[in-house]
């Protein structure tokens, strides 16, 4: 499967912005969907993961209440939507596809995803 992921871009602190993940290739359905960041000089990072189906997910204690996964396996596309952004947001983020199937979206690891997007550039100024 390839991942495109878009949506990006510069706002404001206290902004909104939804990045959207389209695959192709195969179905999205077949695969949960992971969303990373990686701000400059540190580590990827976990923002969340949505499971195959989409009626579960996982996020990062930082974003919790913020950021929302969501899916629409008819189109072949999964969304981030992130509210009320801080500089500390700023980041490269990436979407990514796993093959495996586990009980909670909590279970996964960096290493689980094997299918990565190009990424998008967020940056939230102050």
């Known amino acids: 499967v390839q991942l495109q992921a878009s949506g990006g871009g510069l706002v404001q602190a206290g902004d909104s912005l939804k990045l959207s993940c389209v695959a192709s290739?195969?179905?999205?359905?077949?695969?949960?969907v992971g969303w990373f960041r990686q701000a400059p000089g540190k580590e990827r990072e976990a923002v969340g993961v949505?499971?195959?189906?989409?009626?579960?997910?996982n996020y990062q204690d930082s974003v919790k209440g913020r950021f929302s996964i969501s899916r629409d396996n008819t189109k072949n596309t999964a969304f981030l939507q992130m509210n009320s952004l801080n500089p500390e947001d700023t980041a490269v983020y990436y979407c990514?596809?796993?093959?495996?199937?586990?009980?909670?979206?909590?279970?996964?690891?960096?290493?689980?995803?094997?299918?990565w997007g190009q990424g998008t550039l967020v940056t939230v100024s102050s």
């Open positions: 949505i499971s195959k189906n989409g009626r579960l997910t």
């Open positions: 290739g195969r179905f999205l359905s077949m695969y949960a």
């Open positions: 990514a596809a796993s093959y495996y199937s586990k009980a909670s979206p909590s279970y996964y690891g960096k290493n689980d995803f094997g299918f």
